[in-house]
């Protein structure tokens, strides 16, 4: 940040202001864990002499990019399972505000996701429409927010408070088993003439979570379509009929219910972007979904800039990705969250940026199905309600706490030697520069922005983040 002195004469005779040299702050975590966010001595600008034949990373606000909605990671039914029993009422409150809040140190996570229904990570299996002896319900009389109720929206409701820029984002991994070819939540797909009922459905969510202070910013209507999972809730959904469904049911609902929540597609991996492709080329489904969702677990993040080049009128956001236990190695799952979801995808369009699980136990659980060594950002011993952060804290660390709603997304390289970059300004006009270090040598690099020249260096393997 830019910080502003007053100065006077020594008769204290007044003098026209003056800005004072700007600081370089930074916070690095390097891959052998010796460092954790650690805030290191700020410096000041130096001469353009004084860097000659290091690396130059040029940041430039004038080259302007998306605006960030923020960083974060679900509230899924298991981690709010946890938070509100495993936890007392004290630590419970001093773990939200330590994700969500921004002073002493909270990493201000400002984005998030949550379930309508069960996921993997619930305690069982379930829609909010489970009418008696899964018969249908057309006029959905039987459906309910008894379950969010419970755990998942106090917590939501309680990260409001820490804060209120919060974006929420809501998706199903299935639609009540009544609805669906084999009547099961599990597998199958959405039966035709169900579809004027379930744009009904996500009508009736929105507008009863907001009534019990739970908004939903951004909806998916399915996620990851194009994949049944055997052992929990799922459901395939191809792309011509999401076309179909956005442009000639949910799009007329949402209108005639006056609903302006923001609906994004796709909700999936990087390795099928003719997916969203195809349900953009549909007339009416374009003139109605807001944007695009990623997930990483398959192809590469290269895939998001054709579709965000191609769809300059469209959000994205990259929604899922999980650390687990196939990558238990610190510095590989750090540097690789770095590189490719906090500069990668963000370098690629993403206003936003979600991790799976908020909080898991030490078992990687509960769950009901499904992953079974997935990593969370914090793990919550559930015996004594000890907290232990994990490598994807400290990778969404390095940008949620600097880069606030609002920033916007600057230009920078993409690749100096080994250094990976991504820069941003803040509403109030300060500067954030994240900085990744692939190497295996430590680099000393400069950072250029106009006729300020600062020098900085960053350990093998290490991530920045500077501001000035």
């Known amino acids: 940040m830019i910080r502003v002195a007053l100065f006077a004469t020594a008769a204290l005779v007044a003098a026209a202001p003056a800005l004072a040299a700007p600081k370089l702050q930074s916070w690095v975590t390097t891959g052998d864990k010796s460092q954790l966010l650690t805030a290191q001595a ?52 001093k773990l939200l505000k330590e994700l969500y809040g921004r002073g002493e140190g909270g990493l201000g996570f400002s984005f998030t996701r949550i379930t309508i229904g069960a ?26 927010l008894k ?16 804060n209120p820029e919060l974006k929420v984002m809501a998706s199903p991994w299935s639609a009540p088993a009544w609805m669906k070819t084999n009547g099961s939540l599990v597998q199958g797909q959405l039966k035709a003439e169900a579809y004027p009922v379930y744009a009904d459905f996500f009508a009736r969510y929105i507008q009863e979570a907001r009534k019990v202070g739970v908004p939903t910013d951004y909806l998916s209507i399915q996620n990851e379509p194009d994949f049944e999972p055997d052992s929990y809730p799922g459901m395939r959904w191809n792309a011509k009929d999401r076309a179909r469904f ?55 993040v290269s895939a998001q800039q054709p579709v965000t080049d191609a769809n300059p009128d469209k959000e994205i956001f990259l929604t899922e990705c999980s650390g687990g236990e196939w990558a238990p190695k ?27 699980n908020l909080a898991l136990d030490e078992q990687f659980g509960p769950h009901a199905g499904g992953c079974k060594d997935c990593r969370p950002f914090v793990t919550i011993d559930s015996k004594t309600g000890a907290i232990t952060r994990t490598q994807e804290y400290y ?12 920033a916007t997304r600057i230009g920078s390289p993409a690749k100096v ?6 820069a941003f300004q803040n509403r109030d006009g300060g500067r954030v520069l994240l900085v990744l270090n692939v190497g295996k040598m430590p680099a000393d690099f400069a950072i250029t922005e106009g006729k300020q020249t600062f020098k900085a260096t960053l350990p093998a393997r290490a991530a920045g983040t500077f501001t000035w």
């Open 147 to 162: 379950r969010p109720q419970e755990f998942v929206f106090p917590t939501v409701r309680a990260a409001l408070k820490i």
């Open 417 to 422: 030697g080994d250094l990976r970059t991504v």
């Open 42 to 93: 700020p410096s000041g600008a130096v001469a353009a002499g004084a860097v000659v034949g290091l690396p130059v990373v040029a940041v430039d606000a004038k080259e302007r990019h998306q605006t960030m909605v923020g960083f974060g990671g679900a509230i899924t039914d298991s981690s709010a399972w946890l938070i509100q029993n495993k936890l007392t009422a004290a630590q419970r409150d």
């Open 246 to 300: 956005f442009g000639e049911n949910l799009g007329p609902v949402f209108k005639r219910e006056k609903i302006t929540t923001k609906v994004l597609d796709w909700d999936h991996n990087w390795d099928q972007p003719q997916q969203p492709t195809t349900v953009l080329a549909d007339a009416k489904a374009r003139a109605f979904i807001a944007g695009v969702a990623w997930h990483c677990y398959a192809g590469d």
């Open 330 to 356: 610190f510095d590989d799952s750090f540097a690789w969250m770095v590189e490719n979801l906090i500069i990668g995808s963000v370098r690629g369009g993403s206003r936003g940026v979600l991790m799976w």
């Open 395 to 406: 990778a969404f660390g390095h940008a949620s706490r600097f880069v606030k709603p609002g």
């Open 119 to 144: 996921s993997d990570f619930s305690l069982d299996h379930y829609s909010l429409d489970d009418a008696p002896g899964g018969a249908g319900d057309p006029e959905l009389k039987h459906f309910s």
